[in-house]
């Protein structure tokens, strides 16, 4: 059964393993819609997750006008949500509720499964504001992580993300 992935990107160095994530869930045969904050695109262009994704990629909320806003009707379309690479930043709009621009208003409206992978320096990731965060959001949410698992804030793999999403979604 196909599933319906958001795969979330946001402005973190290790964005060039979202791309291959991105590929090896179509190849696996997930429907995969991306969107990507104002500070992915500084690190990575849109038309690559367009054509990897074959779906238009959602990057600004108010870019056209749609009937159903679109942080609505996708956020109501996915099985889940994975933000890869996730940053720092993102984890504290998510874990405050700060809902100003089209992934974390979309994240905000989302009631199913959410897996994010981290990517940040280790000082960001030992932060307590951040781990903090992070605690917030397994708590009130069904919020998993995947990480490098060195203690240092690094993205995990490609695969190792790509199971997860397998798992979160059987
Ligand atoms: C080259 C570069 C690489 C960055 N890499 C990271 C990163 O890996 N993790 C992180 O949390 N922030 C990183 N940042 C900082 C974020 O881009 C910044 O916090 C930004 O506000 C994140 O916005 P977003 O979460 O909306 O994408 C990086 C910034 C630059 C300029």
């Known amino acids: 059964m196909s599933k319906n992935i958001i795969l979330g ?10 791309a291959d994530l991105c590929s090896k869930l179509v190849s696996a045969g997930f429907d995969v819609r991306v969107i990507m904050t104002r500070n992915a695109l500084q690190l990575i262009s ?9 779906n238009r990629v959602l990057t600004d909320l108010f870019a056209e ?3 159903v806003p ?3 009707s996708w956020a109501v379309w996915a099985d889940a949500l994975v933000v ?3 940053t720092a930043n993102f984890i504290g709009k998510f874990a405050s509720g700060i809902a100003d621009d089209a992934l974390t208003t979309t994240a905000l409206s989302f009631r199913g499964k959410i897996l994010l992978a981290p990517t940040m320096n280790e000082q960001m990731w030992n932060s307590p504001i951040l781990q903090d965060n992070l605690a917030k959001l397994s708590r009130l949410l069904d919020v998993r992580t ?10 995990a793999e490609t ?3 790509f199971h997860a999403i397998h798992a979160l979604t059987e």
């Open 65 to 67: 006008y749609q009937p």
């Open 9 to 18: 990107v946001t402005g973190g160095i290790t964005v060039y393993k979202a």
């Open 146 to 155: 995947v990480d490098s698992g060195n203690g240092k804030g690094g993205m």
């Open 70 to 72: 679109e942080h609505v």
């Open 46 to 54: 849109s038309q690559l997750f367009l054509t990897l994704s074959k």
């Open 159 to 161: 695969d190792d993300i």
């Open 84 to 86: 890869a690479p996730c």
